[in-house]
């Protein structure tokens, strides 16, 4: 059975740093990543990460302030939320690409999602 496993959510003040973590079981894994959707607006790419090189891509939102990085032997994921803000306030889902497709990192449809973890940040 394929699973994700995601922790590291939380309430947080506006510039406190925040570390999500996603393992990822029964199942290959080519590409993860994490969405967030926060209330009452659209899905939104975040960052992702190949496990086959070292390939990764941030959502403009995010740069300079969150890093993704993976642990193979693990095969999980992390996400480093430095300097939050309170726009960054969503459910944030890990994401997984079985088999890397060659798309764009945010255009890739991935095959599991996770169940969500909630990140708040107030001013």
């Known amino acids: 059975q394929v699973q994700l496993a995601e922790s590291g959510g939380g309430s947080v003040q506006a510039g406190d740093s925040l570390r999500l973590s996603c393992t990822a079981s029964?199942?290959?894994?080519?590409?993860m990543g994490w969405f967030r959707q926060a209330p009452g607006k659209d899905r939104e790419y975040v960052a992702a990460?190949?496990?086959?090189?070292?390939?990764?891509k941030y959502s403009d939102s995010v740069k300079g302030r969150f890093t993704i990085s993976r642990d193979n032997s693990k095969r999980a994921v992390y996400l480093q939320m430095n300097n939050l803000k309170p726009e960054d306030t969503a459910v944030y889902y890990c994401v997984l690409k079985k088999a890397f497709s060659g798309a764009p990192m945010e255009q890739v449809r991935f095959d599991v999602w996770g169940q969500g973890t909630q990140v708040t940040v107030s001013s």
């Open positions: 990460i190949r496990f086959d090189r070292p390939s990764l």
């Open positions: 029964g199942t290959a894994v080519g590409v």
